[in-house]
């Protein structure tokens, strides 16, 4: 008898070792056969993964379209910078704000144009933890949603198409 285990088991105990063997070899097996077909089909799935996840942008876009508060945008022609933005809001904030709370206030914003009344950028002050950083995601984001021809979150939106949108924190 060794280790506790009697004669009668050992025939047993080794047939048990070798078939759990065989079952990793044959696992094995069967996993590098899944890795092989996969490879084999790899451009045709990544093709395939593109252009569902295209029409899934596609989709929520549409249905984002429909929601209360959100507002197709006017792509003003012209060369001169220009965004017009009443009472917007930045989506995730306003996603992530509970039920129950008072909500996010709306935020307008009024940058560049023919005119000389709007700056064509600005500097936002005050204290830490404030908001100024959401406040400029909120523009930039806002900006993207519209060249991407999506509804924005705002009552109102007019916008010339941008080449870039800056930030310095």
Known sequence: ESRGRPPQ???????LTLRRARRKEEADRLWQEVQRAV???SSHM?????????VECLLVLAAQARAPGWCRPTILAGTAPSIRVCAGRHPLVEAALAAGSRGIVPNDVRLGGDSTEAPRCMALTGPNCSGKSTYARQVGLTVWLAQLGAFVPAEECDIRPVG??????
């Open 39 to 41: 490879a084999q089909r």
């Open 46 to 54: 990544r093709h395939l993964i593109a252009r569902l996840a295209t």
């Open 9 to 15: 088991r050992r025939p047993l105990i080794a047939e």
């Open 164 to 169: 870039a949108l800056a930030s310095r924190m």
